[in-house]
């Protein structure tokens, strides 16, 4: 009987040594993944450590940046920044939340942390842009018409607000349809429309309705603004008003297309 071809014997000798090539393939890159998963895992744990447990990374000093009326030691007493704490663990909103209820007069507060010891603090306060008198002092509206601080004594240049709509006839009406806050509101839009060569020297806006906004300037002079709408084109109805009639005491840019100035 005829022995194996050699054919054969070559299947038969593949057969017999491939599952032992195999598993030499096999141990080493076993051996790698297991080294390495036990390097992750230590390289894990060592980061926990040192975020969280060490000593080496942990809030000593708090910064303040862009205070201008409020100090630096009312904003680090406001925030309440946990000395000594983990830094990764510190609840930055938590801290903004808390500064913006306490100190209405933060605009916004940008938290950080600053690696590998400090919080950042980076405050902007809000800007008035008139004031409102009250029982001898003064509360101060920023652009957003917010009622944000009372202090004792005026700034320099902000412009007063007086509203004076009465409780009957057509100050009344517009009174109970916008309300108060409205109407302040749109005090704050007329004050930020007023040309910076007028808005200087505006002393006061005096809302009587929605619609009957007015300004009074440090010379006596005055401007009917009407309603806060349209202001661009009242204030350059007003500029060119003041240049052709520097005489006049009196202008009326309601309507911005129909100027009008009056010596009385």
Same mark, same amino acid.
């Given at each position: 009987?005829?022995?194996?071809?050699?054919?054969?014997?070559?299947?038969?000798?593949?057969?017999?040594?491939?599952?032992?090539?195999?598993?030499?393939?096999?141990?080493?890159?076993?051996?790698?993944?297991?080294?390495?998963?036990?390097?992750?895992?230590?390289?894990?744990?060592?980061?926990?450590?040192?975020?969280?447990?060490?000593?080496?990374? =942990?809030?000593?000093?708090?910064?303040? %940046?862009?205070? &201008?009326?409020? @100090?630096?030691?009312? /904003? !680090?007493? +406001?925030?309440? #920044?946990?000395?000594?704490?983990?830094?990764?663990?510190?609840?930055?909103?938590?801290?903004?939340?808390?500064?913006?209820?306490?100190?209405?007069?933060?605009?916004?507060?940008?938290?950080?942390?600053?690696?590998?010891?400090?919080?950042?603090?980076?405050?902007?306060?809000?800007?008035?842009?008139?004031?409102?008198?009250?029982?001898?002092?003064?509360?101060?509206?920023?652009?957003?018409?917010?009622?944000?601080?009372?202090?004792?004594?005026?700034?320099?240049?902000?412009?007063?607000?007086?509203?004076?709509?009465? =409780?009957?006839?057509?100050?009344?009406? %517009?009174?109970? &349809?916008?309300? @108060?806050?409205?109407? /302040? !509101?749109? +005090?704050?839009? #007329?004050?930020?429309?007023?040309?910076?060569?007028?808005?200087?020297?505006?002393?006061?806006?005096?809302?009587?309705?929605?619609?009957?906004?007015?300004?009074?300037?440090?010379?006596?002079?005055?401007?009917?603004?009407?309603?806060?709408?349209?202001?661009?084109?009242?204030?350059?109805?007003?500029?060119?008003?003041?240049?052709?009639?520097?005489?006049?005491?009196?202008?009326?840019?309601?309507?911005?297309?129909?100027?009008?100035?009056?010596?009385?």
């Amino acid at each position: 009987m005829a022995g194996p071809t050699t054919a054969e014997r070559g299947e038969r000798q593949q057969e017999s040594s491939g599952p032992p090539l195999a598993r030499r393939l096999r141990r080493p890159r076993l051996r790698t993944i297991v080294v390495l998963a036990v390097a992750l895992v230590l390289l894990g744990a060592g980061t926990t450590w040192v975020l969280y447990g060490s000593e080496w990374l =942990r809030v000593e000093r708090v910064s303040v %940046s862009g205070t &201008r009326v409020l @100090t630096p030691a009312e /904003v !680090r007493g +406001a925030a309440s #920044v946990p000395l000594g704490e983990p830094l990764i663990s510190v609840d930055t909103d938590a801290i903004e939340a808390r500064l913006r209820q306490k100190l209405t007069r933060i605009d916004t507060v940008d938290v950080v942390r600053s690696w590998p010891h400090g919080i950042g603090l980076k405050v902007t306060e809000r800007t008035p842009v008139l004031i409102v008198r009250k029982a001898g002092k003064f509360i101060e509206v920023d652009r957003q018409g917010v009622r944000f601080a009372t202090v004792s004594e005026a700034p320099k240049g902000v412009p007063a607000l007086e509203l004076t709509a009465s =409780r009957s006839g057509s100050s009344a009406a %517009s009174l109970r &349809r916008f309300g @108060t806050d409205r109407l /302040v !509101r749109e +005090a704050v839009r #007329v004050a930020g429309d007023v040309p910076a060569a007028v808005a200087k020297d505006t002393r006061s806006v005096q809302v009587r309705s929605y619609d009957a906004i007015s300004l009074k300037l440090a010379d006596g002079r005055t401007v009917a603004w009407g309603s806060s709408e349209n202001g661009r084109a009242k204030a350059r109805a007003l500029t060119a008003l003041m240049k052709a009639a520097p005489g006049a005491r009196h202008f009326d840019v309601s309507v911005p297309t129909a100027p009008a100035s009056s010596a009385s």
